[in-house]
């Protein structure tokens, strides 16, 4: 949701400086393809942690069998979550939450590519770059500290889901307090709501994915904060995903080292760090 927030904030701000577009790249492009991964996951079983049908059936099962044995099975990240009753519908719910999502991404990396076009009538943004490796390497370390998450979605998130309305009112307060991060706390509808939409089915080939998902959000549903952090952070960590958002990662390295001229920026902005990181992710189902 920072990530969501932070494509939101540079694509509606115009360049007007390479100070500008050095800001928009340190900002988009700190975020690497591990943090990326682990935060869509848990996102995703956010979402699906909410279904009514899937969230009774776990207690049901952790009931039963008692909270360590379901939990160890739900750490393995295999099938058994999602073959729960109101599994598949759960992950359903969270995928098409992503593809909800997406098109603003797509929307801000059109935005931003845009301006690029438009620089090429400024003097300052027709200035050869002869530094980009230079910038290339700051984005590289950027990318190895990773960008932490904004403190107040972080409190909006940490709270039960749905919000209730004193805790939901209570982060939109805090955010009213501090200009700089008002834009960052947009929170989704279905934190209020729960998801209510029509789901979307996973693509063939990525069950695993949803798999992971499923299995993340059982694990949400019993209490995920009392979890041995390996067992958490294996299940959170998707191969697929990270692979694709590890090499958006490289990519805009490469791009930032190449280009010539200022107003060539851009370009890499939106292709690396929005529209294929937004393929990653619709990968899933698309």
């Known amino acids: 949701m ?3 927030s932070d494509a939101d904030d540079v694509a509606a701000k115009p360049f007007k400086s390479a100070g500008d577009l050095d800001s928009a790249l340190n900002t988009l ?12 996951m848990a996102y995703s079983a956010l979402v699906a942690s909410q279904d009514p049908e899937f969230s009774a059936t776990v207690r049901d099962i952790e009931a039963f069998y008692g909270r360590e044995p379901v939990m160890k099975s739900f750490a393995a990240g295999n099938n058994y979550a999602r073959s729960l009753k109101g599994g598949d519908d759960a992950v359903g719910g969270a995928i098409a939450v992503t ?48 960008k932490p998450a904004d403190n107040l979605i972080v409190t909006a998130l940490t709270g039960p889901a749905p919000l209730s309305d004193t805790t939901k009112a209570g982060v939109i307060n ?43 959000a059982a ?15 294996k299940v959170m960590m998707e191969p697929g995903v990270q692979s694709c958002l590890k090499m958006q990662n490289l990519q805009l390295q490469g791009c930032v080292a ?10 890499c902005i ?11 992710l619709g990968s899933v189902y698309k």
């Open 258 to 267: 190449g280009v010539g001229q200022e107003f060539e920026l851009p370009h």
């Open 174 to 216: 805090a955010a009213a307090t501090a200009d700089d991060m008002a834009g960052a706390v947009r929170l989704p509808a279905f934190l209020t709501t729960g998801f209510t939409g029509n789901r979307q089915k996973v693509k063939y080939g990525k069950e695993a994915v949803a798999n992971q998902i499923a299995s993340l």
């Open 99 to 146: 593809d909800s999502d997406l098109p603003r991404l797509y929307s801000n990396a059109a935005v931003i590519k845009e301006q690029g076009y438009s620089l090429q009538g400024y003097g300052w943004a027709k200035s050869r770059i002869r530094d980009g490796g230079k910038r290339a390497e700051t984005v590289k370390v950027l990318q190895g500290k990773a």
């Open 270 to 280: 939106s292709q690396h760090t929005l529209t294929e990181v937004a393929d990653c």
């Open 29 to 40: 492009g700190s975020y690497n393809a591990d943090q990326l991964t682990r935060g869509w």
């Open 219 to 233: 694990m949400r549903v019993i209490g995920a904060n009392s979890v041995d952090q390996t067992r958490l952070s």
């Open 2 to 4: 920072t990530y969501q």
